[in-house]
């Protein structure tokens, strides 16, 4: 029986950072212009898509800054076969975070998505690793995408530090 309570106490003591780690909500509001759109018209309905957008955020904490993102898409039977992404999003302190992420069909035409942080600035090099959701609206060139992120209460401490 005290085995069995050591292998309890034990797996406790390893699950409860894992509960506590993400526990504040990060929100980004991205918006955007398409500044450059190539395509190769494969035939009727079958091409490929390349777009640059540049533009500003503002997030939950105060910051604000530039972003850049270059995005390809493929279309079979004008449906999305591939949607990938990357973006850099650059912080009024410099810092900088990279994204990725891509949309499966049903994702692109819904407008949502997920992305992960896969780079950072030493400064919020916690963010690494840190998956987010994402809604994606356009009018004519210009989107709209509001972002909600789960962080580590380090990763939220450094963000906020960003202002300072």
Request: proline share 1%.
């Amino acid at each position: 029986m005290l085995k069995n309570k050591k292998y309890l106490v034990l797996i406790i003591l390893i699950l409860l950072p894992t509960f506590n780690s993400f526990s504040k909500d990060y929100l980004i509001n991205l918006q955007a212009k398409v500044v450059n759109n190539d395509k190769h018209n494969y035939s009727e309905g079958n091409n490929f898509n390349l777009l640059k957008l540049d533009g500003s955020f503002t997030d939950n904490l105060g910051n604000y800054g530039n972003w850049n993102a270059l995005a390809s898409f493929e279309l079979n039977n004008n449906k999305i076969k591939q949607h990938f992404f990357s973006a850099e999003i650059i912080f009024q302190n410099e810092s900088k975070m990279y994204i990725q992420g891509s949309r499966n069909s049903k994702e692109f035409e819904q407008g949502t998505g997920t992305f992960t942080v896969n780079a950072a600035s030493k400064e919020i090099k916690d963010l690494i690793g840190t998956k987010c959701i994402y809604a994606i609206n356009f009018f004519k060139s210009t989107s709209f995408t509001n972002t909600k992120c789960k962080v580590s209460d380090i990763a939220f401490e450094r963000l906020q530090l960003i202002k300072q």
